[in-house]
């Protein structure tokens, strides 16, 4: 059965960082584009990142262009997204999605 667990998520101020692991099973991370999701109540689903399968290309929306990085760890079938500068507008659960499977996705509060 293919799952995905993201974990890593909490309350941080503006300025700080977190790092969010999506961790998989039964499939294999590295065969598989990753790519991360933002929501916030009341609006739709945002794109964050992505990194593909084929040669380990990464994208990122333009609201998070050089802050987040996104990753993957073969040994431990894990992609991360390491989150730099965060700001207040970055509160939202963050999804990861891999294999046609989601997450059930980890809260991040920026907030003084």
């Known amino acids: 059965q293919k799952q995905l667990v993201e974990s890593g998520g909490g309350l941080v101020q503006p300025g700080g960082s977190l790092r969010l692991s999506c961790a998989a099973s039964?499939?294999?991370?590295?065969?598989?584009?990753v790519r991360w999701y933002r929501q916030t109540p009341g609006k739709e689903r945002e794109w964050v990142a992505v990194?593909?399968?084929?040669?380990?290309?990464?994208n990122y929306a333009d609201s998070v262009k050089g802050r987040f990085t996104i990753s993957r760890e073969n040994a431990k079938n894990t992609a991360y997204l390491q989150m730099n500068g965060l700001k207040v507008e970055d509160t939202a659960v963050y999804y990861c999605?891999?294999?046609?499977?989601w997450g059930q996705g980890t809260q991040v509060t920026v907030s003084s």
């Open positions: 999605t891999a294999a046609g499977v």
């Open positions: 039964g499939f294999t991370v590295s065969t598989h584009t």
């Open positions: 990194i593909f399968s084929s040669d380990g290309e990464t």
